[in-house]
C-alpha cells in the first residue's frame, strides 16, 4: 500500500523547536535546509509509486523519505549501515527529509537495497539529476547561457589482471556458478578443473605466476576455455551469465583454427586455439570477469568515462551565481570525447537549460562538432588540436602566408611561389626548386625533397582557427574553461568518485549521477552561506 506523506503543508506545532537559537541557525544553513526547501517535494514519487498499489499489501516507507535517502546516502558517501543510521540518529538528515513520525524514522538496509534497485531500473537516478538540478537552477537563478564540457575516468572495484589471470578467473567463476546452480553437470567436469582453476592448488594449477611463466602458460589456459565452452554450449549451463562472459572471452582473445579434415572423419583433429596478440584485440573487451562493462582506454587505463557539463559565470557579472552540473553521462572508456558533444547538447536543450557559448578542449573541437553545435544555436568555443610537424619542430601551414582564396603567397622565408592551383580535392604549391635547395630551413619545410607540396581546403580552415586560437581575445574568453578541472577533482575527490565500492555500468552510472547532484547541493549550500 502506497504511502505519501505531506510535506508541503505546514504543521500546527515547529517540531524543531526543541533546537536553541544557534543550532538552529547553523541547521537552516546546512544542505540540509536547501534539500528540505527546494528539492524535497519534487522528487519523482509518480515514477516510482507506479509500482506499488495504493490499496493493497503491506504499507511502503514514506517515498519521499526514501528517495531523499538515497540521494542523501551519495550525498556524503555512506554505506547502507551509515545510511539507515543517519535516518535514525542524525538531526540533519531527519530535518532534510521532514521525518516527524517514529515510523519514518526507520528503514533496515533490505528496504534501503530494494528501493536502490527500482531506482537503478527505472533509471530514476537521472530523473531525479535533471529535475532536481533544474529546480535548483530556477530556484538559485542560475544563468545556463555560459557551460563548459569536459570527461574524467572513473575506476570501478576491481583489481587490474594480466591476461592469463582474466582467463583464470572467468573459467573460476563459470565454475562456482555452475556447482551454485546446476550441481548435477559438475560431474562432466575434468576433476583438475576445480582443482587447477578453483583450489588452485598442486602441479599445473593457475596461482599468480611470473611474467614469463605467464606467456608459457597462457595458451594452455586458452585451450581450457574453448574446451569449456563447447563442453557446456549444448546444456542448460548456457544460460548462465558467467558462461556468456567465458564465450566473450574466448571470442574476443582467442582465434580457431579449424585443422583440414583427413580422409577418415574419425581421425579428424581437435581445432587449435591460438591467443591473439594484443594489437588485434579491440579495447572494449573484458579485463576483468568482476566488471565485464569496464573498458580500456590507451591514455587513461581502465575504467568508465564521465561526460560533465557545467554553467560558469564570467569575471563581469555583477552577482556571480554557483556553478552547477547541467549534464552527467557515463559511458565506456574508448568513446572518443566528441561522440558526446550532441548527447550533452539534446539533454540541456530538451530541458531548457541548455548553453549559447560551450566552452571544451580540443577533443570537441572538431569541425563536424562546431557545425552541430552552430547547428543547435551554440558557439562552441575549443582549441584545434596541435599538428604532428609542430610537436616534431617543423613547419607548417601556419608558417606560411595565404591569400583569402587559400593559396600560398610567400613561404616563411618571403619567397613567392612558381606556380599555385587548385584541383577539386587539393590546393597545389610549387616554389623554385634551386631556392628551396638552398634554403636553411629545407629539412623542416613542407616543400622539402621537391620544392612542391599539397594540402586539402579542410586545412586550410584549421589553419585559420589555429592563428585565431593565438589572438588576444580568444584567449580571453577561453580561459574560463579550466574551472572545469576543479569541478573534475572535488567530483572525484570530495565526492569519493576515484574510490567506488560498487562493479558494473548500471551501480556505476547511479552513484555518478546522484554524486553529480550532490555536488550541486554542497555548491548551493555554499553560496547560501556566502551571500546571507
Known amino acids: 500500500m502506497l504511502i505519501n506523506r505531506d510535506h508541503d503543508t505546514g504543521s500546527l506545532f515547529d517540531p524543531w523547536r526543541y ?46 523519505m526514501v528517495l531523499g535517502a538515497l540521494i542523501l546516502q551519495q550525498l556524503h558517501d555512506y554505506t547502507d549501515k551509515e545510511t539507515v543510521e543517519a ?35 527505472r533509471e530514476l537516478d537521472q530523473v531525479m539529476f535533471r529535475t532536481l538540478t533544474d529546480k535548483l537552477i530556477t530556484s538559485i537563478g542560475v544563468d545556463t ?12 572495484a576491481m583489481r587490474h589482471l594480466t591476461r592469463l589471470g582474466t582467463f583464470v578467473e572467468t573459467v573460476s567463476k563459470f565454475l562456482r556458478e555452475l556447482r551454485r546452480k546446476h550441481p548435477d553437470l559438475v560431474r562432466l567436469l575434468d576433476p583438475d578443473d576445480w582443482r587447477r582453476y578453483v583450489d588452485r592448488t598442486g602441479e599445473g594449477c593457475f596461482a599468480p605466476a611470473t611474467p614469463s611463466q605467464s606467456k608459457r602458460r597462457l595458451p594452455a589456459a586458452a585451450r581450457d576455455l574453448y574446451r569449456l565452452v563447447e563442453q557446456f554450449r549444448s546444456t542448460p549451463a548456457a544460460g548462465l551469465e558467467s558462461y556468456q562472459l567465458l564465450a566473450r572471452v574466448l571470442e574476443e582473445q582467442c582465434e580457431i583454427v579449424e585443422n583440414d579434415p583427413d580422409d577418415d572423419p574419425l581421425s579428424r583433429s581437435a581445432p587449435t586455439v591460438i591467443v591473439k596478440a594484443p594489437q588485434d584485440m579491440a579495447c572494449d573487451n573484458v579485463v576483468n570477469p568482476a566488471d565485464p562493462d569496464t573498458s580500456y582506454n590507451a591514455h587513461r587505463g581502465l575504467g568508465y568515462l564521465v561526460q560533465i557539463m557545467e554553467s560558469f559565470s564570467g569575471d563581469d557579472t555583477l552577482e556571480p551565481k554557483p556553478d552547477l552540473i547541467t549534464h552527467v553521462a557515463v559511458g565506456k572508456m574508448n568513446t572518443h570525447d566528441r561522440k558526446a558533444l550532441v548527447p550533452a547538447l539534446s539533454d540541456t536543450q530538451e530541458r531548457n537549460v541548455g548553453p549559447l557559448l560551450l566552452l571544451a578542449d580540443s577533443h570537441y573541437g572538431s569541425n563536424e562538432c562546431v557545425k552541430e553545435a552552430a547547428a543547435r544555436g551554440v558557439e562552441l568555443l575549443a582549441p584545434i588540436m596541435t599538428t604532428t610537424r609542430t610537436k616534431q619542430g617543423k613547419l607548417t601551414l601556419e608558417d606560411f602566408e595565404l591569400n583569402a582564396s587559400g593559396h600560398v603567397l610567400r613561404c616563411p622565408q618571403g619567397h613567392e611561389p612558381v606556380a599555385t592551383r587548385a584541383t577539386s580535392a587539393y590546393l597545389h604549391v610549387r616554389f623554385d626548386e634551386s631556392i628551396c635547395t638552398a634554403c636553411t630551413m629545407g629539412e623542416r619545410c613542407l616543400a622539402s625533397g621537391n620544392a612542391r607540396f599539397r594540402y586539402r581546403r579542410a586545412r586550410v580552415r584549421n589553419r585559420t582557427k589555429r592563428l585565431a586560437q593565438q589572438e588576444p581575445h580568444f584567449r580571453d574568453r577561453y580561459r574560463m574553461r579550466s574551472g572545469i578541472e576543479a569541478t573534475m577533482s572535488r567530483f572525484k575527490h570530495q565526492m569519493n568518485m576515484a574510490r567506488l565500492r560498487v562493479r558494473g555500468m548500471e551501480a556505476v552510472r547511479y552513484r555518478a549521477v546522484l554524486r553529480a547532484l550532490g555536488l550541486n547541493i554542497f555548491r548551493v549550500t555554499a553560496y547560501r552561506q556566502a551571500t546571507c
Open 19 to 64: 533546537l536553541g537559537d544557534k543550532r538552529r541557525l547553523l541547521l537552516e544553513k546546512s544542505w540540509a535546509a536547501v534539500f528540505r526547501e527546494y528539492l524535497l517535494s519534487e522528487l519523482p514519487l509518480a515514477e516510482i509509486g507506479s509500482h506499488f498499489s495504493d490499496d493493497f499489501g503491506r504499507p511502503t516507507k514514506d517515498l519521499s
Open 87 to 121: 535516518v535514525a540518529l542524525n538531526i540533519q538528515w531527519q530535518y532534510a527529509l521532514d521525518i516527524q513520525r517514529e515510523q519514518d524514522a526507520y528503514l533496515c538496509e533490505r528496504t534501503l537495497r530494494n528501493y536502490r534497485r527500482l531506482v537503478i531500473e
Open 145 to 156: 547561457s555560459h557551460q563548459r564540457l569536459d570527461s574524467t575516468a572513473i575506476r570501478s
